[in-house]
């Protein structure tokens, strides 16, 4: 059975760092892009971040309010997709999801639309 896990949320100060995870089993990332998202209460999900399928090499892209703060990356042996979360903003407060799209070209989309696996999601709460 395929599934996603996330983990690593938490309460944190502005300006501090969180890292989350998304563990994949039942299925290989090598053959799946994955885009983490958030939704925060009241306001519709959106993307910020993915990261084509390890085959495929790897390409990552990021929403344009979070670059330069959150990096997505890989550990290939633990089948898992981090994001770190640097220099965190009250308005990141929001449940965060990752979801799972086959696709093996060496590219990853935005769009909810497009990923067809989807984790239970994890809180993150940016406050003083």
């Known amino acids: 059975q395929l599934q996603l896990v996330e983990s690593g949320g938490g309460l944190v100060q502005p300006g501090g760092s969180l890292r989350l995870s998304c563990a994949a089993s039942?299925?290989?990332?090598?053959?799946?892009?994955i885009g983490w998202f958030r939704q925060a209460p009241g306001k519709e999900r959106e993307q910020v971040s993915c990261?084509?399928?390890?085959?495929?090499?790897?390409?990552?892209k990021y929403a344009i309010s979070v670059k330069g703060r959150f990096t997505i990356s890989r550990d290939v042996a633990k089948n898992t997709i981090y994001l770190q979360m640097n220099s965190l903003k009250p308005e990141d407060t929001a449940v965060y999801y990752c979801?799972?799209?086959?696709?093996?070209?060496?590219?990853?989309?935005?769009?909810?639309?497009?990923?067809?696996?989807w984790g239970q999601g994890t809180q993150v709460t940016v406050s003083s």
């Open positions: 039942g299925f290989t990332l090598d053959y799946y892009a």
């Open positions: 990261i084509s399928s390890t085959s495929s090499g790897g390409s990552t």
């Open positions: 979801a799972a799209e086959w696709r093996v070209d060496g590219t990853c989309r935005f769009g909810i639309n497009q990923y067809n696996y």
